[in-house]
């Protein structure tokens, strides 16, 4: 589902911020991306999701060789992906409905579909019956939630989570991983960028660990 065969990011002034990565993931597994902060987290997720595209290597997601991708495709692709990240990147001024429906308004789905899904989607995350509120009058907890609904919302092979529990408290960022753990459960594939060993050494995924932009150790 998505492989790293000795992927490079190299920026001009910067030097290299991935060196040499390569691991693989498939259908349905889950993994944690850890190391310390400029460690190339961040950089990684944005390779996968096409935001940056990588200096060297293969990079494989379901198949295609984003290497090879064209600008035009690169929509198409982040169909598969659902994204999310720490500061949530909500529009505080539109309704919890509103927020999750983004995605698929911008694929012309027609409005009972929309709908349909994302009510689906927030009975998924505990947040159904609060589609017409606004997103600051709903705790941080919730607002994370938001953001998992609608990553998830148009039924993505994986998911990607930068920090997804960083402005949260140890129960509410448990109960988030909880969240995953059910995706995954479903066949989805899980990549999430964390720097907290605590909690996830309570759940029993694969470890990815980097250092300075290298991969370090892959363990469970």
């Known amino acids: 589902?998505?492989?790293?065969?000795?992927?490079?990011?190299r920026y001009p002034d910067a030097g290299d911020a991935l060196s040499d990565v390569s691991f693989h993931l498939d259908k349905g597994e889950m993994r944690y991306l850890t190391g310390h902060s400029g460690a190339g987290k961040s950089t990684l997720l944005k390779l996968i999701a096409m935001i940056e595209?990588?200096?060297r290597g293969q990079l494989l997601v379901d198949g295609q060789n984003l290497g090879q991708m064209r600008d035009r495709q690169i929509p198409f692709l982040r169909r598969k992906l659902g994204l999310i990240f720490q500061d949530y990147k909500l529009l505080f001024d539109r309704t919890v409905f509103d927020n999750v429906a983004l995605p698929?308004?911008?694929t012309g789905m027609g409005q009972y579909e929309i709908a349909r899904r994302v009510r689906a989607a927030l009975d998924k995350v505990g947040l159904l019956g609060k589609e017409n509120k606004y997103?600051?009058?709903l705790s941080g907890g919730e607002q994370q939630?938001?953001?998992i609904a609608r990553a998830v919302v148009n039924k993505p092979a994986i998911i990607l989570a930068d920090e997804p529990t960083g402005n949260l408290d140890p129960e509410l960022s448990a109960?988030?991983?909880h969240l995953f753990e059910q995706f995954k459960q479903v066949g989805v594939t899980v990549l999430i960028a964390t720097h907290d060993i605590e909690l996830i050494s309570r759940f029993d995924h694969k470890i990815l660990q980097l250092e300075h932009g290298r991969l370090i150790n892959q363990h469970a």
């Open 104 to 106: 698929l308004l911008v």
């Open 53 to 55: 595209r990588s200096s």
């Open 175 to 177: 109960e988030i991983m």
């Open 145 to 147: 939630r938001i953001g």
């Open 1 to 9: 589902m998505l492989t790293f065969d000795r992927v490079f990011k």
């Open 135 to 137: 997103p600051l009058a």
